[in-house]
């Protein structure tokens, strides 16, 4: 995919979500937010946070137990493992599914700009196969459409806490911003 055609596509999925946002009734901010809702906020798309990576898939699937937003506990599978650099930094972030026939995966991360530029709790990806899986076995992993929970926006939703084994140790100026409440 061209350099042109991929932040082309990155600002129309970015103005989709914002429309959702604003105007949808499944929207998850609180009514009273929508009509001064004026977009999220959004690092630039940089190419250097996108990849396309092999899924180191672990050969037993193990359970883990991580706590959500609303204090109860979570089931997420151990599914594999991608593996980067950024800034020459070495990277790994564990993808999880919440059922083993799942067939996207779910990559919850937390780096150095949570709390600060970023959600504090962290972000998400999720990779559809048919979205994310290359013809030769790749999946992209593109940082860029890393986006914060639900929760982030309303107390109505419970999320999953990222676990401290997907928390980078560099910062990802990629994806969605901290949303300030209007």
């Not at 959004?42 to 898939?57: H, M, S, V």
């Not at 991580?66 to 790994?92: N, S, V």
Request: overall charge negative; some cysteine; proline content about 7%.
């Amino acid at each position: 995919m061209s350099s042109s055609h991929w932040e082309e596509q990155i600002r129309a999925e970015r103005e989709q979500k914002d429309r959702f946002f604003a105007t949808h009734p499944q929207s998850p901010l609180p009514a009273r937010e929508r009509r001064a809702f004026r977009g999220l906020a959004y690092f630039p798309a940089d190419p250097n946070y996108r990849f396309e990576l092999d899924l180191i898939e672990n050969p037993t699937k193990e359970a883990i137990e991580t706590g959500d937003t609303a204090g109860q506990m979570r089931t997420l599978w151990r599914w594999g493992e991608f593996r980067f650099q950024i800034a020459g930094q070495e990277c790994a972030l564990q993808a999880y599914k919440s059922d083993a026939d799942e067939e996207s995966l779910f990559v919850p991360f937390r780096d150095m700009t949570s709390g600060k530029e970023s959600y504090g709790a962290g972000r998400y990806l999720d990779l559809d196969p048919e979205r994310h899986l290359t013809a030769n076995g790749k999946w992209i992993v593109d940082l860029n459409e890393g986006y914060n929970p639900w929760c982030a926006y309303s107390e109505d939703y419970a999320c999953p806490f990222v676990p401290p084994e997907n928390w980078l140790k560099v910062p990802v100026r990629a994806g969605e911003k901290s949303y300030e409440h209007g």
